[in-house]
């Protein structure tokens, strides 16, 4: 025999089964993925899956004076960062994170990085937003970019038949740093900005 329900979310009456009654909550479908979708409701099932009382061990920030970590808890991605679901949509739990204490990022195609070098964290104290240089900047002053190793018998440097530059120029591009800017010894040489960049830096033409 049907039993009169009140949904959790729009409060009408709708009715169900007996044997149901005690699994439904909500009138409809409809009903259900509106509720997930109320802040408070999602904020409060996202904080659910951050443990904040967690060290991490050496990885943790409490041992680079930045506080303890809070380790996301839920579904990881292969890279070790948290993902979160909303409305049938994965996004980093940790841009979520960020979000919710700084607001939005400065603009399109900006990253939420973490000053703890821990993917898992949400501590909004450890994270910061970044641009795509900024953040490779970042990631080759910690050490998570490793210089570029040619196989022996690569093809690396001028015996690549698409390089614009050869082994003997390198030194002097090197030189050039911090008496001129990327552009203008871009422009010299015939290459881009980034390339120049990525020389100063040592992440190209580390053979040389």
């Known amino acids: 025999m049907p039993i009169a329900l009140v949904c959790k979310h729009c409060s009408k009456t709708f009715y169900a089964k007996s044997s149901h009654a005690h699994k439904r909550v909500f009138c409809s479908y409809r009903c259900r993925t509106r509720y997930d979708l109320r802040p408070e409701i999602l904020i409060a099932r ?10 991490v061990g050496t990885e943790c920030g409490c041992h680079r004076n930045l506080g303890h970590c809070w380790p996301w808890i839920g579904g990881h991605s ?14 980093k739990a940790h841009r979520f994170a960020y979000e919710l204490h700084h607001g939005p990022l400065l603009g399109p195609g900006f990253f939420v990085c973490h000053k703890c070098d821990y993917p898992p964290c949400c501590n909004h104290q450890h994270l ?7 953040n490779m900047d970042d990631a080759w002053a910690k050490g998570r970019m490793k210089p570029f190793q040619p196989l022996p ?29 990327a552009a203008k010894v871009a422009e010299r040489y015939g290459v881009s900005p980034s390339m120049i960049n990525w ?10």
């Open 153 to 181: 018998g690569s093809r690396c440097g001028s015996k690549n038949a698409r390089a614009k530059l050869s082994e003997n120029q390198i030194p002097e591009i090197r030189v050039l740093k911090g008496i001129l800017s």
């Open 199 to 208: 020389i100063w830096k040592g992440a190209s033409w580390t053979h040389v």
């Open 78 to 91: 292969r890279d070790g960062y948290g993902n979160f679901r909303i409305d049938y949509q994965q996004i």
């Open 128 to 134: 910061f937003c970044s641009s795509p240089q900024g």
């Open 46 to 55: 996202f904080w659910s899956y951050v443990d904040k009382n967690m060290c």
